[in-house]
């Protein structure tokens, strides 16, 4: 069955600090991964996508992640954490094929100290 | 870009009683929709895979008759809690696929039954 871990659930940066957030999933097949971030009383939105082409993927607000088949890992980062970053991150995965189910990894709870 | 309505935000409702959820596609056709359920502190739980005109698929432990699903139009799907249940609190969300690699997230809906 596919599964996705997030190896940090709960991490505590200063501000400047630089960031990597593990995700590691299982599937043999081809998939397109994602990150997602949920700000404090607020929706998910995406922060980066992967289904193709350059596995070095820059998101929004200076997020990128790095798609590591042989690890099987899709790591978020950010070379210099803010504030404003404080919020859940969600890594998912989804097959490339007509199930577009995403499987979600447990989240990892940043909090920046200004 | 693309945005998906859900509605209401909060509700509180008596044991017993039904609630609906809407979750709605604003300016693009959602073929499928998701359901899923976030517990505090916890990743989402796909309940249910919606897709236009024909019966929702649900994941495994998730009562079908409990969560009524209604995915009538290309814009529009609706989750209904019937008979509900302090142990049916939670915070509901929607996301809609646009195609294979795109999802978008509702605002989701936080349900108290007293």
């Known amino acids: 069955a596919q599964s996705v871990s997030q190896h940090n659930h709960h991490v505590i940066l200063s501000e400047a600090a630089s960031l990597e957030l593990g995700c590691n999933y299982s599937?043999?097949?081809?998939?397109?991964l994602f990150w997602y971030v949920q700000y404090p009383g607020q929706h998910l939105q995406l922060l980066l996508k992967?289904?193709?082409?350059d596995p070095l993927v820059k998101g929004i607000k200076g997020f990128e992640a790095e798609f590591i088949k042989s690890k099987f890992s899709f790591n978020l980062r950010k070379p210099s954490v803010q504030w404003s970053d404080t919020a859940e991150y969600f890594c998912a995965v989804s097959n490339a094929g007509n199930n577009r189910k995403l499987i979600w990894g447990l989240g990892t709870s940043l909090a920046v100290n200004p | 870009g693309a945005v998906v309505s859900q509605h209401p935000s909060r509700v509180i409702c008596k044991s017993g009683t039904s609630v609906k959820i809407e979750c709605r596609s604003l300016d693009f056709q959602a073929t499928t929709m998701f359901w899923y359920r976030q517990f505090p502190k916890q990743s989402l739980m796909l309940m249910a895979t919606?897709?236009?005109?024909?019966?929702?698929?649900?994941e495994q432990g998730v009562e079908k008759d409990k969560f009524l699903i209604n995915h009538a139009s290309l814009t529009l799907s609706t989750l209904t809690v019937t008979s509900a249940h302090p142990e049916d609190s939670s915070f509901y969300i929607c996301?809609?696929?646009?195609?294979?690699?795109?999802?978008?997230f509702g605002s989701g809906t936080r349900l108290t039954v007293v």
């Open positions: 919606s897709n236009e005109g024909s019966k929702a698929t649900y």
């Open positions: 996301s809609a696929s646009q195609g294979e690699t795109g999802y978008t």
């Open positions: 992967y289904f193709s082409g």
């Open positions: 599937y043999g097949g081809t998939v397109n």
